[in-house]
């Protein structure tokens, strides 16, 4: 790789690691291709990046920010999964599919200024991801209102089920 090359992957790094609030490291030496292009297909279709690093340049990239925790635990082949905004998707969907993929490895990983092991990353997995935070909270505003249409409609049937047998009355009277 000469050194034109060098420092625009340098720069690619350096804008990918940008603002990133976590980050998992994978080994997939001795994975076949084609279960990590279904791995890829995964990370992607929940809109995880995931990529191969060179280390050097990696380390070079992280330099000076937050992730540069991760300087001592970079070695071997090394593959990042990492989203925006989002630190539990890449750590759920390796974990899962560490549990199918005997040779895949998880190296570690990092959020908000700590370094994690394998059982950090897994308890990172576990976590609830934005959008089941989201459907969580829509549901404690949405349950109040849930309830007091409940209580009006019991309230109509009850009104409507007096009225019916005050007529049924009527009717066995006349």
Known sequence: MNRNDKNATLSAYKE???GVEAVVLTDVSGV??????ELRSKFRAEGVTYKVVKNTIFKLAIQGTELE??????SGPVAVALKKGDPV????IAIEFLKTSPKFK???GYVSGSVLD????????????KNELRAELLSVFKAPQTQFVG???TMVTQIL????ARADKLEEAA
């Open 16 to 18: 990918l690691f940008d």
């Open 32 to 37: 076949p291709v084609n279960t990590i292009n």
């Open 69 to 74: 925790v991760l300087s001592d635990t970079i």
């Open 89 to 92: 998707s890449p750590a759920k």
């Open 106 to 108: 998880i190296k570690g």
């Open 118 to 129: 394998l059982a950090g990353v897994e308890s990172l997995a576990k976590m609830k991801d």
């Open 151 to 153: 209580v009006c409609n």
């Open 161 to 164: 089920g007096l009225l019916s």
